[in-house]
C-alpha cells in the first residue's frame, strides 16, 4: 500500500515542529495557514497515527511525533548533503548546525571558532547547546546536536571521540590574592583558602576527584556552582579560590583574574569532538566540525 504524503508535507512538519506554532511555521515555508493545516492532516492521515497535539495556544509533539521528527531531520539533512554534492554548490551558503558542548570550552575557544566560521559562511545558523558532559553525550548520541564539544565520550560505543587538545587545571584566584603571586601552587595550598567548586553532577568535579582520590589535604568547598563560568564570576567577586581548566580561563589580559598552575599532582583532561558513529555530517556540520581542528586552543598556565 502506498503511503499518501510528499516532501512538502514533510518539510511542513519540520517546520511545525521546530516553532510550535502553526501561523509561524506556515509564513516559513509561505503558505496560508488552512493551506498547512491541510498538509500536516493530509501526512497525519497517510501515517495513520496523530504527530501532534494542539490547543488554542501552542503546538507539541506526541511521543511517535518526537520520534518520527528525528528521523525526518536525519532524511532531510541527508537529502541536503546529496543534492549540495550534486549540484556542486558550496555548503556554506546556507543552513543550521547545532553544537553540543560544556560550558567551560563556550567562552574562550568555541567563541573564537564560531566567529571564524561565521566569516567564511555569514548565512548559516549556529546554535549552541551548552549542558553538562553527559548531556552533551546523550544530544548528540540522540542526533538533537550535529557533533560536540566535550571531555567525555572516547569510551562512548556508539560515538566517535576525535582528540583535539589536552590542557591542565589551573588555580583561578584575583590578582590581589596571595597565591597570584606563587609561580605554581599544590593542591594543599589550595586548601587553605575559601575554596568554590562546581556541583556534584559535573564531569569536571567527577574527574577531579578520581585524580585527587589519594590526596591529602584535598580542598573542600564552602561554595558550589553548576557551570564554571558561575564559578569564576565568584572567583572574580572575591569569595575564595577555584580549580579549573585553563580553557575557562581569561587571558593575561583581564583585569582582576589570573590563572596559577596546579601542581602535586598535576591534573589534565583531554578536550575533543564527538560525533555519531556511522552516521555524515551536512556539508555545512562538517565544515565548521573541519574548522576545530584548524582553531586549536593553546592553554594558558605560565611555564613551569
Not at 549552541?128 to 560536540?148: C, S, T
Not at 556508539?158 to 593542591?187: I, Q
Not at 555524515?280 to 565544515?287: C, E, G, V
Request: charged share 25%.
Amino acid at each position: 500500500m502506498a503511503i499518501n504524503f510528499d516532501l512538502n508535507d514533510l518539510l511542513a512538519f519540520r517546520a511545525v515542529a521546530e516553532l510550535n506554532n502553526f501561523r509561524k511555521a506556515a509564513e516559513s515555508v509561505h503558505l496560508s495557514q488552512p493551506a498547512f493545516s491541510r498538509r500536516i492532516d493530509k501526512l497525519e492521515q497517510a501515517l495513520g497515527v496523530r504527530l501532534l497535539e494542539r490547543t488554542t495556544r501552542r503546538v507539541s509533539l506526541t511521543t511517535v511525533g518526537r520520534d518520527f521528527e528525528r528521523k525526518v531531520r536525519e532524511l532531510l539533512d541527508e537529502l541536503d548533503t546529496t543534492l549540495l554534492g550534486i549540484r556542486g554548490v558550496a555548503a556554506t551558503r546556507m543552513g543550521e548546525v547545532t553544537v553540543a558542548c560544556v560550558p567551560s570550552t563556550v567562552y574562550y575557544y568555541l567563541s573564537q571558532v564560531i566567529r571564524r566560521y561565521h566569516q567564511q559562511c555569514p548565512k548559516v545558523r549556529v546554535k549552541v547547546f551548552d549542558a553538562g558532559a553527559n548531556e552533551v553525550l546523550a544530544a548528540v548520541a540522540r542526533g538533537e546536536a550535529d557533533f560536540g564539544l566535550n571531555f567525555m565520550g572516547a569510551q562512548e560505543g556508539e560515538l566517535d571521540f576525535t582528540p583535539l587538545l589536552e590542557e591542565r587545571f589551573v588555580a583561578a584566584c584575583r590578582r590581589d590574592h596571595p597565591l597570584a603571586k606563587l609561580k605554581r601552587v599544590s593542591w594543599a595550598q589550595l586548601a587553605e583558602h575559601d575554596f568554590i567548586s562546581v556541583s556534584r553532577s559535573s564531569g569536571n568535579r567527577l574527574l577531579l576527584e578520581q585524580a585527587l582520590a589519594g590526596v591529602p589535604n584535598r580542598p573542600q568547598a564552602i561554595y558550589e556552582t553548576q557551570h564554571v563560568t558561575t564559578m569564576l564570576g565568584l572567583v572574580e567577586a572575591g569569595l575564595g579560590v577555584a580549580a579549573v581548566p585553563a580553557m575557562a580561563m581569561p587571558g593575561p589580559e583581564h583585569p582582576l583574574l589570573v590563572s596559577v598552575p596546579l601542581v602535586d599532582p598535576v591534573v589534565t583532561r583531554k578536550i575533543g569532538l564527538i560525533r555519531r558513529r556511522g552516521r555524515s555530517l551536512s556539508p555545512a556540520a562538517q565544515q565548521l566540525f573541519d574548522l576545530f581542528g584548524e582553531v586549536k586552543k593553546k592553554a594558558r598556565p605560565r611555564k613551569l
